[in-house]
């Protein structure tokens, strides 16, 4: 306040000294002038400015950080959604549940199919059956025959009615062997395999000069380099019980089996060389007709063991030989040849040496003949399936990997 204010009649127990708001009892002093005095009032005043309202402080801050971590789960949220989502083609996964429905129908297909060959097989079996039994019945009655006629102990009637009983069992069983061969259909011979399995290959067997080309090289011992080197060092009697060389003799079984009747083939096995599996009929034509030679050819094979590389050009070579030209080819191998028209200069044959291999031998081949390759894969040799479903292509042939139970 000013000097020379009035003075209050009591002193407040609240005064300033030297800037310093202090209680003191009895009267207000200041700073070198006792008689100066403060009204209530401006202590009240000045007090009321120095208030700070901390609630509403706490509120504002808890609240910004509440909303910032609102919107920072939000962003994290949907950062998270976008990142792993997954974008879906509806034409492919239309084009993807079309195929499956197409598989199942195929499998169930299969199935009718296989009951029924099932069910003819049956009908066979037992048709066969009533043939031994309609067999053993005509020869107990010409014994019957041939008894009443040396003893004279039956009369006329008698032999006359064994007569007709006999033509008559022999016209039922003429009838039987008919259906019975009707029901083979045209396969030369019969193949039974495990349970009553079937297969439809796709493999066109038609043709007039049909020819086999059996790959019998060493890789034909099993499927991977280790195990090969290793049955090569077993006796020649469990080389050919290798599994895989025995798929491979089945197969050319199985194709002999369901060749056409009344037409020509011929069986040609390659290695480094490659010849007929009968010699003496190198350059020839043998006739499905003639058994003794299918046999002949199909038990040189069985006694034959699998060695040494294998020369695609040379068997293409020998196949070009023939006169005339075969119509039909079927080539079981295992990969890309080893060997070309000339001697390898080199041990070790790679990837890329094989493949100039088989382009070479493609040289020689007539690309007009229909080539169906059956490939039996082997290790370290991947190029070998797109190369000759290549060559099958081309030829207007078809490519098969089957199964290992096949055929």
Same mark, same amino acid.
């Given at each position: ?19 310093? *708001? ?31 309202? &901390? ?15 609102? !919107? ?13 989502? !997954? ?11 079309? !195929? ?28 066969? @059956? ?35 009983? %006999? *033509? ?19 396969? %030369? ?20 000069? &049909? ?22 060092? %077993? ?16 197969? *050319?079984?199985? !194709? ?12 040609? @096995? ?31 094979? @069985? ?12 068997? =293409? ?40 291999? =088989? @382009? ?6 007539? %690309? ?7 490939? =039996? ?21 078809? =490519? ?8």
């Amino acid at each position: 306040m000013a000097a020379g204010a009035r003075q209050p009649e009591h002193c407040p127990q609240w005064a300033i000294r030297n800037g310093t *708001v202090f209680a003191e009892s009895g009267r207000c002093h200041f700073s070198g002038q006792p008689n100066l005095s403060i009204h209530p009032g401006a202590i009240s005043r000045v007090a009321k400015r120095r208030e700070t309202n &901390i609630f509403s402080l706490s509120f504002l801050d808890i609240m910004s950080c509440g909303f910032g971590a609102v !919107i920072l789960v939000y962003i994290t949220i949907n950062h998270g959604t976008l990142s792993s989502g !997954i974008q879906t083609d509806p034409e492919r996964f239309a084009e993807v549940k079309k !195929i499956e429905i197409e598989i199942l129908a195929e499998q169930e297909n299969q199935v009718i199919l296989r009951n029924s060959l099932t069910l003819v097989d049956d009908a066979v079996l037992t048709t066969e @059956q009533s043939i031994r039994d309609k067999l053993k019945a005509i020869e107990a009655l010409t014994q019957q025959l041939l008894e009443a006629q040396s003893a004279q102990s039956l009369d006329t009637d008698g032999i006359e009615a064994l007569k007709t009983a %006999l *033509v008559k069992l022999q016209a039922e069983r003429d009838t039987l062997t008919l259906s019975v061969a009707e029901a083979e259909g045209n396969d %030369l011979r019969t193949m039974v395999g495990e349970g009553d399995r079937q297969y439809l290959t796709g493999l066109n067997l038609g043709g007039q000069h &049909i020819l086999v080309l059996l790959d019998v090289s060493g890789s034909m011992l099993d499927e991977t380099l280790v195990n090969i080197i290793r049955r090569r060092n %077993l006796p020649e009697a469990e080389q050919r019980a290798s599994e895989k060389w025995q798929r491979g003799l089945r197969t *050319v079984d199985w !194709i002999t089996a369901n060749l056409p009747r009344d037409v020509q083939f011929q069986i040609i @096995q390659f290695s480094t060389t490659a010849r007929s599996a009968l010699p003496e009929t190198n350059g020839e034509w043998l006739q499905t007709s003639d058994t003794e030679a299918l046999d002949a050819s199909l038990a040189a094979l @069985q006694a034959l063991t699998p060695g040494n590389g294998s020369n695609l050009h040379a068997a =293409f070579t020998a196949a070009g030989a023939l006169d005339p030209q075969p119509d039909n080819i079927f080539l079981i191998t295992d990969g890309l040849p080893t060997q070309g028209a000339t001697p390898a200069k080199a041990s070790l044959v790679t990837a890329k040496d094989r493949l100039k291999l =088989f @382009q070479s031998a493609m040289s020689v081949v007539n %690309l007009s003949i229909p080539i169906n390759v059956i490939l =039996f894969p082997m290790e370290g040799d991947p190029i070998a399936s797109p190369s000759y479903w290549r060559l099958a292509q081309i030829t207007g042939g078809a =490519f098969l990997s089957p199964a290992r139970d096949w055929p």
